[in-house]
């Protein structure tokens, strides 16, 4: 595991959680100038995604790592946690187990899919390979590359690290990522006495992950944006502003 602490050294703590097969570095390069400019960062790679050459375990190991640190470092308990997509899932756990504290949980358009073991099993056999396979010849990377411009407007550099993170990262580890976060089941109505569950809502993923974000937690605070999951952090200023702005009032709420 990787733990690096960037930015304000006394503004509020705001812990960033990375998804699938990304590090901190890449998931985060469009906003974190922005963030370091207002907040105290606690930057997060997991083992798997750290370079040190360890391989992901599963969900929770790694939120016990978390978690870990959070006590030890920071007397257990953080002001926010921003999780991007499948780092979102640590948010729910970090909140869910109650071992830490935090007053802002914010939620990066995540899908919060959950599944049983087969299910999970045969998902996670079928996906990870098409997550790698384009890391095996220009043509793929390229046809790749351009799906990536078209869905998310990302430029040629974003796409291209973008990329980069599925080839740099050993597959078991995604295959762990991936299958393991299907089994990490959150509660239904969850609710912790002073947190406050924020939702980045991206419209275009459709109604279905609305209704998942209010059966997990109790009246959450979603915001609706138009565009796609993660649009805010590869595609451009037009996309990130409202979002940063959005997580600026979250992070200021009273809890």
């Known amino acids: 595991m990787q733990f690096e602490e960037k930015g304000l050294v006394t503004g509020k703590t705001l812990m ?3 998804g699938t ?3 901190w570095q890449t998931n985060f390069a469009s906003v974190m100038d922005a963030h370091a400019g207002k907040y105290h960062l606690v930057c997060v790679n997991y ?4 370079g040190s050459g360890s391989i992901f375990p599963d969900m929770i190991s790694i939120t016990e790592k978390i978690e870990q640190y959070i006590i030890d470092k920071h ?3 953080l002001d926010g946690a921003l999780g991007s997509s499948l780092g979102s899932s640590f948010v729910g756990q970090l909140i869910q ?3 830490v504290h935090i007053d802002h949980g914010i939620f990066g358009s995540p899908d919060l899919d959950q ?3 087969l299910a999970a099993k045969l998902q996670s056999m079928l996906v990870v390979p098409l997550l790698t396979s384009f890391t095996g010849s220009e043509k793929k990377r390229n046809k790749t590359r351009q799906k990536l411009k078209d869905f998310f407007l990302m430029s040629d550099e974003a796409a291209d690290r973008f990329m980069a993170c599925f080839a740099k990262f050993s597959p078991e580890s995604i295959r762990n990522e991936y299958y393991t976060d299907l089994l990490t089941h959150l509660e239904d109505d969850i609710q912790v006495e002073h947190t406050k569950a924020h939702f980045i809502y991206a419209n275009k993923m ?3 992950y609305l209704k998942r974000y209010k059966k997990y937690f109790h009246e959450p605070d979603i915001r609706e944006f138009d565009m796609q999951h993660e649009q805010w952090l590869f595609g451009g200023e037009k996309y990130a502003a409202p979002v ?3 997580i600026d009032e979250f992070m200021a709420m009273p809890v």
Do not use: E, M
Not at 47 to 50: E, H, P, S, Y
């Open 21 to 23: 097969c990304c590090d």
């Open 206 to 208: 459709g109604v279905k």
């Open 97 to 99: 187990r109650k071992r």
């Open 16 to 18: 960033l959680l990375p």
């Open 75 to 77: 007397g257990g308990r």
């Open 244 to 246: 940063l702005k959005a």
């Open 47 to 50: 083992d798997g995604f750290d």
């Open 115 to 117: 599944s049983g073991k």
